[in-house]
């Protein structure tokens, strides 16, 4: 199941995310929008690390985010985990 959110906290810019789920399992994953980040090529890193088990994808996050030294420029780690939950939510409620 396809499922998309687009968010906008304020003070930071506008993010897209875009999720595929299967089987409890996110198996693809989009992270997009008017925000930077760095190093160049560390988004496909975090994309990679949400992959997996809906059930600890929030801690996954936050250890991609602990290990690694990552620069954001608009967005924050809380916006990223937000849509994620937002995303998995609808699909929880429409599965209902």
Do not use: W
């Not at 499922?3 to 997009?32: A, F, H, M, Q, W």
């Not at 290990?67 to 599965?95: F, P, Y």
């Amino acid at each position: 199941m396809h499922r998309e959110i687009i968010l906008k906290n304020p003070g930071e810019k506008l993010v897209k995310i875009e999720l595929d789920i299967e089987d409890k399992k996110i198996t693809n994953v989009c992270i997009s929008g008017d925000f930077f980040f760095y190093p160049e090529g560390s988004m496909k890193d975090l994309e990679s690390a949400i992959l997996g088990p809906i059930r600890n994808v929030c801690e996954r996050i936050r250890e991609f985010f602990m290990v690694n030294n990552i620069e954001m420029l608009g967005i924050s780690e809380d916006t990223i985990i937000m849509g994620i939950e937002g995303a998995l939510k609808e699909k929880h409620e429409e599965q209902r």
